[in-house]
């Protein structure tokens, strides 16, 4: 399995954010990251009672934190860090 994605080359940025279909797409896919940060949550509950070795639940819960964060930040960038963007 590889986690290296290929991009297309693109327009500059100012040019691909203007595009109707962006503003249609983007809280789209904020809503299903954020959907799916609250997926992993819960799986991750449900790991801890998992009758496996204590290290091997540790790293599959600090795993799912790390994806957590990935996604926070992913998140964040299509957000302006946080600020209101009019979608």
Avoid: K, W
Avoid at 37 to 45: C, D, T
Avoid at 50 to 69: F, K
Wanted: charged share 20%.
């Amino acid at each position: 399995m590889t986690n290296v994605i290929p991009f297309v080359a693109r327009l500059g940025p100012s040019s691909v954010m203007d595009t109707p279909a962006t503003a249609c797409i983007t809280p789209s896919v904020v809503a299903d990251l954020v959907s799916t940060v609250e997926q992993i949550r819960g799986i991750s509950e449900r790991v801890l009672p998992l009758p496996y070795d204590a290290r091997d639940v540790e790293r599959t819960i600090q795993a799912m934190l790390d994806a957590i964060s990935a996604i926070e930040h992913a998140t964040d960038v299509l957000t302006n860090h946080g600020e209101r963007t009019p979608f």
